[in-house]
């Protein structure tokens, strides 16, 4: 570890505070109806936009109406951009003449996309057309972005209300996220990635020859869209195989430090936006708190795991340039790349500019944990928000029984219903993530796929769920994951991971408008503070710990314990 990775690891969080404030001002002003500085030109589309639509922007939803209009916006999602795939051979905008995707691979790719996880079990630039690519996916990374934002306002709103059988209107929501936070940016920002020399074009790929007389395929296209969106709105998934990695998608530090701040900065925002919409910022601060906590913890450990490096290239006497560099971007080196690696698995990203896989065996358990935990550090657009608030629902039920009394979190009573419908929206995760990899490590057809023997071998495979249910999308790269079995289980897992969080999550918001604000007293618990930051951080550890501990000791712990002793695997079964 050095001076330097530390400066870059403080110089991220400064932006990163900077920027949470006036980016929360600005979407609590959106999602209220507020004039904002971009309405003389996007009000009267947003008008038209209902109009086309038959939506009246004046009328909102009960909570089971705002469920039934986002489940029913994802099938049509998931419908379309399945029909996509299967006829791309015969669709325009496909200059390389790729044919249709299998129907399995489909499948998964659209559930994929539709839940936010963009999981790629194929080589995009060998398996997509541009016609995909740009109406297909590049369209739900901001759809399902703009739904992930909408539920989480609908959670906001249950706690802000009083008495209110309504918590919004779900195509308001996502029509007003869309066009004046998600759009925008990605029109600014992607004009600085072509600038800083990301391709946007429809040309055909480029055949050339190499120095050593070998010809190459240069593949190109309409990169720099769709990158700028991936991480805005946390989808991760990338033009090109090697993601972030590739010059074409993250050219330069600058560039590598842009979409850090992408990645996290609707997560961030959502945080004041709460604070505001609940009428005490101080609430939205002590939950950044929370999160701020435990990505730094999650950070060092990263960080410190990589600068160490292999001990048994210390025991041949080689330090490889200070730390692991196996699988990394010598542009980037070992702290951005650790960086990169913990941000991007806070939140619902996925994206990589170096591969996980390679990690040493501690450092790979960070990005692991962290999806574990429901990505709520920060977290995916809303997703990370709504995610952490049913944590924050469970912590204040312990602060009751520690005391005695009804628990209350922003003068709401959390009654049983309240408590119920969290930990079932929390115990969700874990049962797909364990259970598919308790199926998919004694079968042929999960072994099959497993790169590695020994414990990395299993982290392959426990990795791939636990990304697909925590709507992820990164992956050990070891894993053979484009197989019939595993493209329709962990397509299953996204569901799971999505959609059984998001309707207990919807009840608790229906729930709550409907109670009244119980005026705090002596009694009260003090939630904008540091004890209460202390007790969610504490109630998130050891839910997580007592949850996943056993099947992380039998992957990353065991590795890094058989490293120490210098036990080495070989590749294969």
């Not at 690696?341 to 994206?351: F, L, Q, V, Y």
């Not at 990589?352 to 944990?369: E, Y």
Request: glycine share 10%; with cysteine.
């Amino acid at each position: 570890m050095t001076i330097n990775g530390w400066l870059q690891i403080a110089l991220f969080c400064a932006l990163l505070i900077m920027l949470t404030k006036p980016l929360g001002l600005y979407m609590t002003r959106v999602f209220e109806g507020a004039r904002s500085p971009l309405s003389p030109v996007l009000r009267p589309i947003e008008r038209g936009l209902y109009r086309l639509s038959g939506v009246d922007e004046t009328r909102e939803q009960h909570w089971l109406a705002y469920a039934i209009a986002m489940l029913t916006f994802s099938f049509a999602g998931f419908a379309s951009l399945y029909a996509l795939q299967r006829l791309q051979a015969m669709l325009p905008f496909n200059p390389q003449a790729l044919d249709a995707v299998p129907p399995d691979l489909a499948f998964n790719t659209s559930v994929s996309f539709v839940t936010n996880t963009n999981w790629q079990s194929y080589v995009p630039e060998t398996t997509m057309s541009y016609l995909v690519q740009m109406a297909g996916l590049t369209v739900h990374n901001f759809v399902s972005a703009a739904t992930g934002v909408a539920l989480a306002l609908a959670l906001i709103r249950g706690f802000s209300r009083r008495s209110a059988e309504t918590i919004g209107n779900f195509w308001v929501d996502m029509t007003r996220c869309v066009l004046y936070v998600l759009l925008p940016v990605s029109i600014v920002i992607g004009l600085v990635l072509v600038w800083r020399g990301v391709p946007q074009n429809l040309n055909a790929y480029t055949d050339i020859v190499t120095l050593e007389g070998a010809k190459q395929t240069i593949a190109q296209g309409p990169v720099a869209s769709q990158e700028v969106i991936k991480m805005f709105g946390t989808n991760g998934g990338g033009f090109f195989n090697a993601n972030s990695a590739h010059p074409f998608e993250n050219p330069t530090a600058l560039t590598n430090l842009i979409q850090m701040l992408l990645i996290f900065s609707i997560g961030a925002a959502l945080t004041n936006v709460f604070g505001r919409m609940v009428g005490n910022q101080r609430q939205g601060w002590a939950i950044f708190a929370v999160m701020m906590v435990l990505f730094l913890a999650g950070t060092l450990v990263a960080y410190w795991a990589e600068a160490a490096g292999n001990p048994a290239f210390a025991a041949l006497h080689i330090d490889p340039l200070g730390g692991n560099m196996e699988g990394k971007e010598v542009r980037f080196g070992i702290t951005a790349s650790a960086l990169f690696t913990t941000i991007t698995t806070d939140a619902s990203c996925g994206a990589v500019n170096a591969m996980i896989d390679s990690l040493m065996p501690l450092a790979g358990m960070i990005p692991m944990v962290n999806i574990m935990l429901g990505e709520i550090i920060f977290g995916g657009v809303g997703s990370g928000l709504y995610g952490m608030l049913l944590f924050v629902i469970v912590a204040m039920f312990v602060a009751g029984l520690m005391v005695g009394r009804t628990p209350e979190y922003l003068g709401k009573k959390l009654e049983a219903k309240e408590v119920k419908m969290a930990m079932l929206g929390i115990l969700i995760l874990p049962l797909s993530m364990l259970g598919f990899t308790a199926l998919a490590v004694v079968i042929p057809a999960g072994t099959d796929a497993m790169a590695n023997a020994g414990p990395h071998g299993f982290s392959e495979v426990l990795y791939a769920y636990v990304s697909a249910t925590g709507n992820n999308g990164s992956a050990f790269a070891g894993l053979s994951a484009n197989t019939p079995f595993l493209n329709s289980t962990l397509g299953l897992a996204m569901v799971f991971g999505r959609f059984l969080v998001i309707v207990p999550m919807l009840a608790i918001a229906g729930s709550l408008a409907r109670k009244k604000i119980v005026p705090t007293s002596t009694g009260t618990f003090p939630t904008d503070g540091g004890l209460f930051v202390g007790l969610v951080v504490g109630v998130i550890l050891i839910t997580g710990g007592l949850t996943f501990l056993p099947a992380i000791a039998l992957g990353p712990v065991v590795e890094h314990l058989a490293m120490q002793a210098g036990t080495l695997f070989n590749t294969g079964n």
